[in-house]
């Protein structure tokens, strides 16, 4: 990575786990295809402590990461006893530590306890120092607690009417005011010891109902995509950002696919267009919007054969199955397996391998 966020977040998931590319290359040439595709999957699950099926997972280098829910959390105390219960389980010999993300954007998408409690409209309102000071402090607490991603902030540009404005979840209406307020509050949050993930690319903020629940189609010219819907994530990516979360709507202008499991967005938009270096992640895969593509082997494989770094499942088994549909992609080569690597190394590098 290059730019502004690329010096606090060197070394930013674990001091001391890796040293510089030998060690990266060596841990990737150690990795058999089951593991290499388990370093593209994030997973939810269930309960506050960490189910035996995830354990195995982790123990046999199956997954990447995973995400923490409303229900996984209790108070401070609980989520750190988490967080180090699941660094704690034995990975596979020079593993480096999990990815521990969450959506802590702030107003209503907030899982845990601490900052940033105001809606990104609030925070946008009160400009880019209060941006960056409150994106330090959600950094801290965050790092505190063991997370070391945060799915946020959202980049997207506020479109009255539509469903990210009426969740309050975008910091302005024009692209230059989001892109400076959004890369203050990534600069912040990286500041503060975590990884930040600008979403939802190209844009979700012509949206009318979340892509959680319905299929989502963005029909915008693309002319007009990447003059405003993206020029944010321009400004990430020049700031030297660490993730891009994929949006899983489709943008017929870019491609007949969702954003997410295209390769004219996730590698021609975002790595070639605008020279993202960093790793990107799919928005959940298990939504209404990714269903209406298929389930969680075809949706895996689609979003590697983008050109997506790693695939997002809030549920476990559906985080299983995408993990063996990787592998045996990956293994009997349907996937290219010298992209699939070199995503792979991205990940370990933010993973700190």
Known sequence: MQGLLAAAVAGLLIAGSGNGAAT??????????DQLAGARVVTGFSGQSPPRALQRMIEAGQVSGVILFDGNVGGRRSVRRLTAELQAIPRPTGSPPLLITVDQEGGLVR???GPPEPSARSIGARGEAFAAKLGRATG????????????APVLDIVRPGRAIFDEGRTFARKPRAVRRIGVAFARG?????????????????????????????????AARLRENDERPYAGFVSAGGSMVMLSTATYPALSRKPAALSRAVATGELRDRLGFQGVSITDALGSVSARAVGGPAKTAVAAAAAGTDLVLYTSLGDAAKAQRALAGALGNGSLDRAEFEASVNRVLALRGG
């Open 189 to 221: 949050l990286e500041m503060g010891g975590v990884a930040a993930t600008a979403k939802h690319f190209p844009g979700l903020g012509s949206a009318r109902i979340n892509t959680d629940n319905a299929v989502q189609r963005i029909d915008l010219p």
């Open 111 to 113: 899982r845990l306890p």
């Open 140 to 151: 801290r607490s965050l790092s505190s607690m063991g997370v070391n991603v945060d799915l």
């Open 24 to 33: 990266q290359i060596s841990n990737l040439l150690a990795l058999s295809d």
